[in-house]
Nanobody, 118 residues
Framework: QVQLDESGGGYVQTGGSLRLSCAVS????????LAWFRQSPGKEREFVAV????????YYANSVRGRFSISRDNAKNTVYLQMNSLKPEDTAVYYC???????????WGQGTQVIVSS
């Protein structure tokens, strides 16, 4: 069983920054692909960013590329999402997710709220 504990959400003005953290339990952290998703009111959950387990490559949604950065600290079993130049449309609940065997996202965090005021 893998458990995820997100933190770092909050309220910020347009143009501000936040860093989300997701602590992941489990002995095989280095083998996990890690991702962030978000869901805004009335919308479906959408992909934000992913960092692969094998080569560490990162991929981003077009809407956040150049502003957000995903990273991982294998010593701390933690994945981060640095969010800069935030916009009101970034307002959402952000979820981290873990893919343990390249078969899809098996585990999800409880979500952390981000609100960006205009």
């Amino acid at each position: 069983q893998v458990q995820l504990d997100e933190s770092g959400g909050g309220y910020v003005q347009t143009g501000g920054s936040l860093r989300l953290s997701c602590a992941v339990s489990g002995r095989a952290f280095t083998s996990y692909t890690l991702a962030w998703f978000r869901q805004s009111p009335g919308k479906e959950r959408e992909f934000v960013a992913v960092i692969r387990n094998d080569d560490g490559r990162t991929y981003y949604a077009n809407s956040v590329r150049g502003r957000f950065s995903i990273s991982r600290d294998n010593a701390k079993n933690t994945v981060y999402l640095q969010m800069n130049s935030l916009k009101p449309e970034d307002t959402a609940v952000y979820y981290c997710a873990v893919d343990v065997d390249s078969g899809g996202y098996d585990y999800w965090g409880q979500g952390t709220q981000v609100i960006v005021s205009s």
